[in-house]
């Protein structure tokens, strides 16, 4: 079964509004992770936030944990044409170095 | 200050040909990762390697295998390549949990990626 599951599979906004992005996974996790893809490269690590941690923040995001409800979620503020890419979040379960990626969602900032 | 990188952005290849994906990192990770990329399905975890000469097989190893004698280096060989092999693959390293010192780069289980190398075969 699929880990990790984005939604929306594809968000398209306007430069200075707020972008959210949801991950639901099935599983325990030691701890959950964020990476950005620009359209045919490889991903960028955003951000990593641990099971027993709730919120995080770095710079324009932020990113909340509920392990009682399995879900993530990433909010990036005041939004740039820059920050169009797909994004990903990745759970390692309980043993191993080993991640699950969602399938991504598509964001797309309109400048 | 590239640090993953791999052998090749686009690769053309014909039907039956043997494929070799080379993947190399200069972060002295012990962990490296071979994933598929494709439309609809996401990241899809090939083989990975946990130290030198040591392999495990990820979700979708059939039609694959990996090659690991340096800890720098990590292949990905299509022992003979066919068409529903043609996708992004993706290689990545990450340091091993616990082992984190004073100077390595990465957070445990961060995962370092190449650029990809997108595989075409005909």
């Not at chain 2, 190399?24 to 494709?38: A, G, K, L, S």
């Not at chain 2, 040591?54 to 990905?76: A, T």
Request: net charge positive; hydrophobic share 30%.
């Amino acid at each position: 079964s699929q880990q990790g599951e984005e939604d929306p599979q594809a968000l398209s906004i306007q430069e200075g509004e707020n972008a959210t992005m949801n991950c639901s996974y099935k599983t325990s996790i030691n701890n959950l992770q964020w990476y950005r893809q620009n359209s045919g490269r490889g991903l960028v690590h955003l951000i990593l936030i641990r099971s027993n941690e709730r919120e995080k923040h770095s710079g324009r995001l932020r990113v909340t944990l509920d392990t009682s409800k399995k879900s993530s979620s990433l909010l990036i503020t005041a939004s740039r044409a820059a920050d169009t890419a797909s994004y990903f979040c990745a759970t390692d379960g309980l043993s191993g170095s080993r991640l699950t990626f969602g399938e991504g969602t598509q964001l797309t900032v309109n400048p | 200050d590239v640090k993953v990188t791999q052998s090749s952005r686009y690769l053309v290849k014909r039907t039956g040909e043997k494929v070799f994906l080379e993947c190399v990192q200069d972060m002295d990770h012990e962990n490296m990762f071979w994933y598929r990329q494709d439309p609809g399905l996401g990241l899809r975890l090939i083989y990975f390697s946990y130290d030198v000469k040591m392999k495990e097989k990820g979700d979708i190893p059939e039609g694959y295998s990996v090659s690991r004698e340096k800890k720098e280096r990590f292949s990905l060989i299509l022992e003979s390549a066919s068409t529903n092999q043609t996708s992004m693959y993706l290689c990545a390293s990450s340091l091993r949990g616990g082992l984190r010192a004073s100077g390595r780069i990465g957070s445990y289980n961060e995962q370092f990626f190449g650029p990809g190398t997108r595989l075409t075969v005909l």
